[in-house]
């Protein structure tokens, strides 16, 4: 079944429907296997997509998705734009949606996301914001669905860790969206927020969902299908919050161990990367140093494991987006 998502911007997964969701992981498989097989056809052909950084970021998969469907892509990071200081940001907007098709902005506070495509009168896409990371959750149900038989309502997986964030909050309301056994295990002060819970509780209701959020890591990951993990520590966050926090999610570090807890051989490791597994970075040794480890959300052993499914992911990331944009703005 098609949707008509023409125009439409992409800023959180809730923006969506269940059927809506499930569209575009069906486009993407599409999109996907015709790249494989060499007979995909350009639906971006004289479009042009402004990609609006906050900072250096991840842009491969969008520079990849936008040239194979034919579009044109135009970077503008700190240097390149006023936007916030010397320029409202909704006059940005407006800018920018007199000379672009589309807007992809990362890197931001989501009410700045929001305000753009208040503005800018033509789609907007979340590339990342610091409250929602949609694309990712959709590139980590389209990976799920390649390394299972079920279907994504029969799914099980558990996030250990940091869960506070982001993608913690991302990946509560997409599995709920979606109908899924969702479960978070991390300390209380790094579990999903209040309004976030009451949301995904609220959607369950709707589609079904199981929504599991506990502090205890055997219990949590007992028969899932997929274990899922993030960075304790980001670039740029304050040295000082290094030791309480390592101290405070130690016990969450995924290892074989608790691999083999969930009881299900064929259980698969998914990360969004970029992951300290090792102490292979100027962060990871520096982490070495002041700390004695050389690895800490999760173990080398099982990073590097036929189980992890983390380079599937970040691949499928450009799927999805390619999806997005072709649903939204294809000819």
């Known amino acids: 079944m098609a949707f008509n998502l023409r125009n439409r ?23 996907k296997a015709a790249k494989y097989a060499g007979t995909e056809v350009a639906m971006l052909k004289g479009r042009e997509i402004a990609l609006v950084f906050d900072a250096d970021s991840k842009r491969a998969g969008f520079d990849v998705a936008a040239h194979d469907q034919g579009a044109t892509v135009a970077w503008m990071g700190q240097t390149g734009l006023q936007m916030g200081r010397t ?31 208040d503005w800018s009168g033509v789609p907007v896409y979340n590339g990342l914001s610091d409250a929602f990371n949609p ?97 304790w520590i980001r670039e740029g966050q304050s040295q000082g919050t290094w030791a309480s926090r390592i101290e405070a999610l130690g016990p969450y570090q995924v290892n074989g161990d608790v691999m083999d807890k969930t009881g299900n051989p ?34 080398d052993e099982v990073f590097e494991s036929p189980a992890s499914i983390v380079f599937d992911q970040a691949e499928n990331r450009m799927h999805i987006i390619k999806a997005i944009l072709v649903a939204t703005l294809g000819s």
């Open 9 to 31: 911007s992409f800023l959180t997964l809730g923006d969506f429907t269940e059927q809506e969701l499930v569209f575009l992981l069906k486009l993407a498989g599409t999109l």
């Open 87 to 117: 320029e409202a940001v909704k006059d940005t907007a407006r800018v920018l949606g007199r000379l672009y098709d589309a807007i992809e902005v990362r890197g931001f506070a989501h009410d700045v996301v929001r305000t753009l495509a």
């Open 135 to 231: 694309a990712q959750v959709l590139a980590d149900f389209l990976t799920m669905k390649e390394h299972s038989q079920k279907l994504l309502s029969e799914i099980s997986y558990c996030f250990i860790g940091d869960a506070s964030r982001y993608m913690g909050d991302s990946l509560l309301i997409g599995g709920a969206k979606m109908g899924m056994d969702v479960r978070f295990c991390a300390p209380q002060k790094f579990q999903p927020s209040i309004k976030n819970r009451d949301e995904a509780h609220a959607i369950a209701q709707q589609t079904g969902a199981q929504i599991t959020i506990t502090d205890e890591i055997y219990k949590a990951v007992e028969g899932v299908d997929f274990v899922y993990t993030d960075v």
């Open 266 to 299: 064929r259980a698969k490791f998914m990360h969004c990367l970029p992951a300290f597994h090792n102490s292979d970075t100027t962060m990871g040794k520096e982490i070495q140093r002041q700390f004695g480890i050389n690895c800490m959300e999760v173990t």
